[in-house]
């Protein structure tokens, strides 16, 4: 049988390996952060238009190919 001490330190031993993991995880991010900028910034404006294009994309209603809103649907245009 499970007493409700042994679940609470269970609970707190996953909670502990769970935020350990996500620390490891998130500190190999920031250190992969610190290895891109340099390349990004050495790339100047591109970067920043990628974002754009990312962030504008729309999808067709009628083929639900996805186009930037300051456009029409290339595949609808051509037909
Ligand atoms: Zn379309």
Redesign the pocket.
């Known amino acids: 049988m499970f007493s409700i001490p042994k679940l609470l330190v269970f609970f707190l031993i996953i909670l502990l390996v769970w935020y350990g993991f996500k620390f490891i995880e998130r500190q190999n991010h920031l250190s992969k952060d610190r290895k891109k900028k340099p390349k990004r910034e050495s790339a100047g404006d591109s970067s920043k238009f990628q974002k754009d294009e990312v962030e504008d994309l729309v999808k ?6 996805y ?1 930037s809103s300051g456009s029409s ?4 245009m051509s037909e």
């Open positions: 067709c209603p009628k083929c639900g190919n186009f649907c290339t595949i609808c």
